[in-house]
């Protein structure tokens, strides 16, 4: 072996013998191997491979000749297995895992226990200059010592702690090493995340300032490098990747740092000049580092007037120069403690001891192929050890974040908030393997429940966020055997979900955006079945524990929102069975605005999970309560001033009298007569002709199908149409005033709230401003296809040549009217680097800047009516849909559901030949045939079984029959037949009909 620098004076044999060369490497042979070394200021450790522990002290004298004290043993019962020293303290680890301390002050040198780890088994152990890290097999970090620059990681700065205190922020985070500096901590986790804490003037902690820290921090700049080993100097900190890069950051006066230069780096830095030389181990002492090379070279740097850097100390401290060893040994191992350092090399043959300082690997255990080796059943002695590895491992969370880790590739070490490193698949067949353990399943879920009622609100790195998707998947396993009888499990895990941070929940959201579909789909069944289970109670309750569970569904449901629109799961996935009984309790607690648990869960809150007719059941039943209590109110009123008198059934309804030549000015006149209590009413309408009329309803369908067409057409004025005149939009200069939108507004309310559906061909955009919703391109492309699409050239096909060939600047026509997109900078133009800001102008403009006051007045309108919490429950598709109708085309559904009256049956000849008339009717005809039959030219939502009519003859003279139109009563959907003599006269006649109707109505 070969040793360097003023500290290391090994003890020799009688027959040893020591060479030095010309730069102060002595190569030695005590006689004895050397396992591991620590080193501080006047202070040495070192580990024989059989076990026994040394301490050797020195002295600096006045004329500043070092002086070496005796060599010390420090005996113990059982063999030491690495060894640590700060400035007067050791720590030693036997191989049984137990920790000892040595006062270096005193003799004799006596180890002592550790208060508070004797049941600790310990994998690792580092010192500072006066602080220490312990890391056991089980990944949990212990400190104790001095803490006044936060180095404990106990989250204060103070006196610290003599005692070992566990670092419980990173109890979730599975660790495989720490090192102490010299009052600075790290560790790092299994996939290479690396984590710093304690003092940082000089950048030490590699963050990126110089501000200390009291918890552990994670070193961002370090994710998906790899890294695997870290050392710690005074002041400066080396990183080591599981590719050979080497890493350093923190105090550069004396050059330790391999940058060739003197500054210190606040950040880690990759040291250069071993760029291509894969370093496999670095070790640092007080101020210099070394580092040893795949092809066994030691490279030194930095601080080195005492000898230390085996080299000349002038000659380029700040750059990574060889040592200057005897040629033609390999080195294998290197140590470097306060100034010294110490070289082994293969033909030392030492056995691999996990690393110098630290003790042998902090892996710790994982799942992966321990649940093979359980099974219900079993002899008793076998049970208990089952029990105890199940509690073990399911009730620690650094397990559970260490197990089923992607290896292919060591795609693990990639871990970040986009991407988790899990090997879900592997999880899912192991946890499978429980079903078929009862006794081991309810082990394992009382092992879980007790980790997770005290997690805290997450670890400092992403790692630590893994057992929340291993613990998703093993929840759909304890849903399969518990077969939905409780929801104890889902709700602790929903609990905990919740607790996180929201930088964690943003992660974890991340995480489940990059889920498969089905990996997707089967996460969410585990939160609807447990809420299946809460909402089958009697009665519901409303409490933390179910408000969780729906606030987990609604993270899983934004996070699905992010994922592409192919690969996205449809927003049904998230839809509960919601009994009518449920949703009207849901209703009347929201009515009754509690703000407290008591209050409703979903309605006002949730309302992704409600389908759209949860959503229209509710928003219909709101109506109608609300017409009610309206009608209450009036009837309270009337009897109050008129108390011995009956109301009319009239005075209760808003209705509406109208002439079939002017409803629409006949309408807005007595719009604006009415105030916003008067439209709470039941709404009636009576037309000119029919004002004695004793049903204000039966003409509803007739007044808006009449209104709407009128309104919304190109002699109205109000709207500008597309180039094929099939959808409206609000001009950007309306021939009416803004009071007219505002009663459009109105009317569109009172559809809604009476529960019909109406003609309103605009494009979804009118949806979903009214939600709040910003208009996107994809309106444009809706709205005008071809402006939309060059629209879209520009944005995503268009290079920067072909923009400058268009000229194309922000000096814009729409709706018949030049425009300059951006007033302070006329026609500025177009570039690749303005494109996107150009589009999003140019849609703002179109569908927001151009129309806001007559839209906002329309809006204005609308909620007059329209309770505006319920509406924004309604997504702007489905909005749509509930006011628009959809299109209905099951014509052989409608043959079905058709009943026959008056004599006429469904074998009756002139019903054979209705239906072979229709059979031969174009698509636009029969749309056309169930206006006429029921009023309406679309269906209301989900009501495709419900559509309805039916047939009975017309009762004209016989021999007449065929010089007479069919007629419908369209509020009944009541088709009056004549007996036509044959099928020319039949299809005719029902042609003409419908073509008069259409001329009457449109």
Request: charged content about 25%.
């Amino acid at each position: 072996m070969f040793s360097w620098g003023p500290d290391l004076r090994l003890k020799e044999s009688q027959n040893s013998r020591s060479t030095l060369t010309q730069h102060g490497v002595q190569m030695l042979d005590p006689g004895y191997l050397v396992q591991d070394l620590s080193g501080a200021p006047g202070l040495m450790c070192f580990l024989k491979t059989n076990g026994n522990a040394f301490v050797i002290r020195t002295r600096t004298r006045e004329d500043g000749v070092i002086e070496r004290g005796k060599q010390k043993f420090m005996k113990w019962k059982e063999k030491i297995q690495a060894v640590s020293c700060g400035d007067a303290m050791v720590v030693l680890l036997t191989e049984g895992g137990a920790l000892l301390s040595v006062d270096a002050t005193h003799t004799p040198l006596t180890p002592r226990p550790l208060p508070r780890l004797p049941t600790m088994l310990v994998s690792q152990v580092s010192c500072g200059r006066r602080h220490s890290l312990a890391l056991t097999r089980e990944g949990q970090v212990y400190s104790w010592g001095l803490d006044s620059r936060g180095q404990l990681g106990l989250g204060g700065s103070g006196s610290g702690s003599d005692q070992p205190q566990q670092v419980c922020s990173l109890g979730a985070v599975p660790l495989v090493q720490i090192a102490a500096g010299g009052e600075q901590s790290f560790a790092v986790s299994v996939s290479g995340g690396v984590f710093a804490w304690g003092r940082n003037d000089v950048g030490q902690l590699g963050l990126g300032d110089s501000a200390d820290r009291n918890t552990p921090t994670a070193v961002r700049s370090l994710d998906a490098k790899k890294s695997t080993d870290v050392s710690c100097g005074d002041d400066h900190t080396a990183v080591l990747t599981k590719d050979g890069v080497l890493f350093t950051f923190g105090g550069g006066r004396h050059g330790q740092l391999g940058h060739n230069s003197f500054k210190n780096q606040l950040r880690p830095r990759l040291v250069a000049e071993l760029w291509g030389s894969k370093v496999v181990r670095v070790t640092c002492g007080s101020h210099h580092t070394l580092a040893l090379t795949q092809c066994g070279h030691v490279f030194s740097f930095g601080r080195g007037d005492e000898g230390q850097l085996g080299r000349e100390a002038a000659s380029h401290p700040a750059v990574p120069l060889p040592v200057q060893l005897p040629p033609g040994r390999r080195i294998k191992k290197i140590f470097a403690g306060g100034n010294c350092s110490l070289a082994t090399s293969d033909e030392d043959d030492l056995r691999e001891s996990g690393g110098g300082g630290g003790g042998g690997g902090g892996g710790g255990a994982c799942l992966d192929d321990i649940i093979d080796t359980w099974s219900s059943e079993c002899d008793a002695k076998t049970w208990k050890k089952t029990q105890n590895e199940t509690l073990k491992m399911f009730s620690s969370a650094s397990c559970l974040n260490r197990s089923f880790l992607e290896r292919r590739g060591d795609k693990h070490f990639q871990t970040s908030p986009k991407f988790h490193g899990l090997n879900l698949s592997a999880a899912r067949q192991a946890f499978k393997k429980l079903l078929k353990m009862d006794r081991v399943l309810a082990e394992v879920e009382a092992a879980v429940l007790r980790l997770l009622r005290p997690l805290e609100a997450g670890p400092p790195g992403v790692e630590g966020l893994r057992l929340y998707l291993l613990l998703m998947e093993l929840l759909h396993v304890v849903h399969k055997r518990s077969r939905q009888e409780s929801s104890e499990f889902a709700e602790v895990l929903a609990g905990a979900i919740v607790r996180l941070t929201t930088e964690n929940l943003q992660v974890l959201g991340a995480w489940w955006s990059s889920l498969p579909r089905s990996a997707m789909s089967r996460h969410v069944t585990v939160w609807k079945q447990a809420l299946a289970v809460v909402l089958s109670s009697t009665p519901v309750p409303r409490n933390a524990g179910v408000t969780n569970l729906l606030l987990v569904l609604r993270y899983m449901f934004e996070a699905n929102g992010r994922v592409e629109e192919g690969q996205r799961s449809p927003d049904s996935l998230f839809c509960l069975q919601l009994t009518q009984r449920f949703l009207r309790e849901e209703l009347q607690l929201w009515q009754l605005r509690r703000q407290c648990w008591g209050g409703p869960l979903i309605v006002g809150r949730f309302p992704f999970v409600m389908d759209l007719q949860a959503k229209k059941f509710v928003f219909d039943l709101n109506a109608e309560m609300s017409q009610d209590a309206e009608v209450n109110r009036l009837m309270l009123d009337f009897r109050r001033e008129f108390y011995f008198t009956a109301p009319a059934h009239d005075d209760f309804l808003f209705v509406l009298e109208l002439n079939r030549d002017s409803v629409s000015e006949d309408t807005f006149e007595q719009l604006a007569l009415a105030g916003s209590r008067v439209y709470k009413r039941p709404l009636g309408v009576l037309f000119d002709e029919n004002l004695d009329h004793p049903g204000y309803s039966v003409y509803l369908k007739d007044f808006f199908y009449k209104v709407f067409h009128e309104l919304v057409s190109p002699a109205s004025g109000m709207f500008m149409f597309n180039d094929s005149e099939t959808l409206a939009w609000f001009s950007s200069k309306p021939l009416q005033d803004p009071e007219r939108f505002f009663h459009f507004g109105v009317l569109c309310g009172l559809a809604l709230y009476n529960k019909y559906i109406v003609y309103l061909p605009f494009p979804l955009v009118l949806f979903k401003k009214l939600l709040g919703v910003e208009p996107t391109l994809e309106d444009m492309m809706e709205f005008s296809p071809c402006l939309g699409g060059s629209l879209r050239s520009i944005l995503l096909e268009y290079s920067h040549d072909v923009l400058e060939e268009l000229c194309q600047d922000f000096s814009v026509s729409w709706d018949g009217t030049d425009v300059e997109l951006d007033p302070k900078n006329p026609r500025k133009p177009v570039t690749s680097q303005n494109k996107k800001e150009f589009v999003d102008a140019y849609v703002n403009h179109a569908f927001s800047r151009s129309v806001d006051g007559v839209f906002e007045e329309f809006r204005r309108g609308f909620f007059q009516v329209c309770e505006r919490h319920l509406v924004e429950q309604f997504r702007p598709e489905q909005l749509r849909d509930v006011l628009v109708g959809e299109e209905f085309n099951q014509w052989e559904t409608l043959r079905q559901n058709t009943e026959y009256k008056g004599g006429y049956h469904d074998d009756h000849p002139n019903i054979q030949m209705f239906w072979e008339v229709f059979e031969e009717l174009t698509e636009v005809e029969k749309k056309s045939f169930l206006w006429f039959v029921s009023g309406f030219e679309r269906i209301p939502i989900a009501s495709v079984n419900r559509v309805r009519m039916s047939i009975t003859p017309r009762q004209v003279a016989l021999v007449y029959q065929d010089q007479y139109y069919p007629e419908a009563q369209t509020c009944t959907s009541l088709l009056l037949l004549p007996l036509y003599s044959g099928k020319v006269a039949m299809k005719v006649k029902l042609r003409e009909a419908l073509d008069n109707a259409e001329k009457i109505y449109r």
